[in-house]
């Protein structure tokens, strides 16, 4: 148990990054013709004569005269003054070791569009990259590295290059020889082809007591505590103050009282212990409930959401009955960190997916977020590009609902998802989900009741808190 982990939060980071084209020049070295390459071979043991040449390998004496003075005409090979043959300066250097093979050295003129993060400029591999700024959060980096950046690449791309002939990204270069390994000559030009982002996935965990661990580093980075601090200073700038007393009093609004004792109340904290022991009671008395720290659309989260799910839809399918209206309503929070993951993406079309099928319509979904009132489009425009084209299923909800700090996912006398967005500076640097799944028809209408209120529901001067489809907003 004391090194047991439990992820708390799953969110992806969009660190900018460009794509260039490079073009360069590198040294390569290769072996040479068979004659020529043993006749130096064998110069370079000791200085010979033409006749022993010719007596080693058999040849003629013209044959021996067309190899000399083919060595002779390349620079190769000079006459001693007691009139035996040497290696010059120029072919010795084709040898690291006695008796190894001679490689010669050439230069090359090759090219290369490779990927470079525009924080730590580390080389990695253009599947990595995905053309959506959606679903993650945005690092960001010094404008000079943006405004630089081939430059930067120029000096790092040269530095890296047997780091990134080592990653397959160079395959025309390999060779399955080590002897012959390229080496970079000199970089003739780079151009940037355009920016996209890197999607750097982090888990924040606890321990067993409750605290935050740190971060795993990213093998795809030369340096990944640059990015880390990047990460930190974009976390700080996103943190809010504690919300645990506001989010208690929205548990006596549901008539949570089970979430409630998962409380510390010594530190008014949540530990993984308390959480395992709330779940496997629950297993024990089959009550209908599932509790669950993370996000709703994580993998598993929403395996045990669609477990819950499933034989509501089943008899669904089967029944007569008409249920094509029936809501299935999605309540955003306000926070900062809900939807940044692409796993939100499939979570939501999956939502969005499962509402019909090739016969029939099991229910009407609808998904809220948080906006200032009908006239916030600053808000909407930003929600439609976050929703890409599921932006037409989603609607704006007057902020304010529990003050924010909870997400609710409920259909209508079947089941509801309660998710409470805790924020503890003080302890973890994200806000850190947890909640419950119910089929309990008394849960389920209970909160349904807080629900359907607070949508129908007005403000100040009469306004609506149900502003409509973002689309049309």
């Not at 708390?8 to 068979?34: C, R, T």
């Not at 020529?36 to 064998?42: G, I, M, Q």
Request: a negative charge; hydrophobic letters at 35%.
């Amino acid at each position: 148990m004391t090194d047991k982990k439990v992820t708390y939060h799953e969110i992806d980071f969009l660190l900018p990054a460009q794509k260039f084209n490079i073009q360069f020049s590198y040294v390569s070295k290769k072996g040479l013709p068979f004659i020529r390459e043993f006749v130096l071979r064998l110069i370079h043991v000791a200085p010979m004569s033409k006749t022993q040449i010719s007596s080693f390998f058999g040849l003629s004496r013209r044959e021996t005269d067309e190899a000399i003075d083919d060595l002779v005409i390349r620079g190769e090979v000079t006459l001693s003054a007691d009139g035996r043959l040497t290696l010059t300066g120029k072919s010795s250097g084709y040898f690291s070791t006695l008796g190894e093979m001679p490689q010669l050295s050439t230069v090359q003129d090759s090219g290369a569009s490779l990927s470079f993060d525009l924080a730590t400029f580390s080389c990695f591999s253009n599947e990595n990259l995905r053309e959506r700024w959606q679903a993650g959060l945005p690092i960001e980096v010094d404008s000079n590295n943006v405004s630089r950046s081939e430059k930067m690449v120029e000096k790092y791309f040269q530095h890296q290059f047997n780091q990134i002939l080592d990653k397959g990204f160079l395959p025309h270069l390999v060779s399955q020889d080590e002897k012959e390994r390229p080496s970079i000559y000199t970089v003739n030009s780079v151009n940037k082809l355009r920016q996209m982002p890197l999607r750097l996935k982090a888990q924040f965990q606890l321990d067993n007591e409750g605290k935050a661990v740190e971060r795993d580093d990213y093998e795809a980075l030369n340096k990944s505590e640059r990015v880390h601090e990047l990460i930190t200073v974009l976390l700080d700038r996103l943190s809010k103050p504690n919300n645990s007393m506001s989010i208690l009093k929205s548990m006596m609004a549901l008539g949570d009282e089970d979430t409630m004792k998962l409380f510390d109340s010594r530190t008014n904290s949540i530990t993984p212990k308390y959480i395992e022991d709330i779940h496997a009671l629950e297993e024990y008395s089959k009550s209908g409930r599932s509790t669950f720290i993370g996000p709703i659309y994580t993998k598993d989260n929403w395996e045990s959401l669609q477990e819950a799910l499933a034989p509501v839809l089943l008899a669904r399918i089967k029944g007569k009955a008409d249920i094509g209206n029936s809501l299935f309503t999605w309540i955003a929070p306000s926070d900062p960190y809900w939807a940044k993951s692409d796993r939100f993406i499939s979570s939501l079309s999956d939502f969005l997916g499962r509402a019909n099928t090739k016969d029939k319509k099991l229910y009407q979904p609808v998904v809220y977020v948080p906006v200032s009132d009908e006239r916030d489009f600053r808000a909407a425009r930003q929600w439609k590009n976050e929703f890409e084209q599921y932006h037409k299923d989603v609607k704006g909800l007057v902020e304010g609902f529990l003050d924010g700090n909870v997400e609710i996912l409920h259909l209508e006398n079947e089941l509801v998802a309660v998710i409470y967005h805790f924020t503890q500076p003080e302890f973890l640097p994200v806000s850190m989900p947890l909640g419950f799944v119910s089929t309990n028809k008394e849960t389920v209408a209970k909160i349904g009741k807080v629900v359907a209120d607070y949508i129908k529901g007005t403000s100040s001067f009469d306004k609506a808190h149900d502003c409509g489809y973002i689309s049309i907003m």
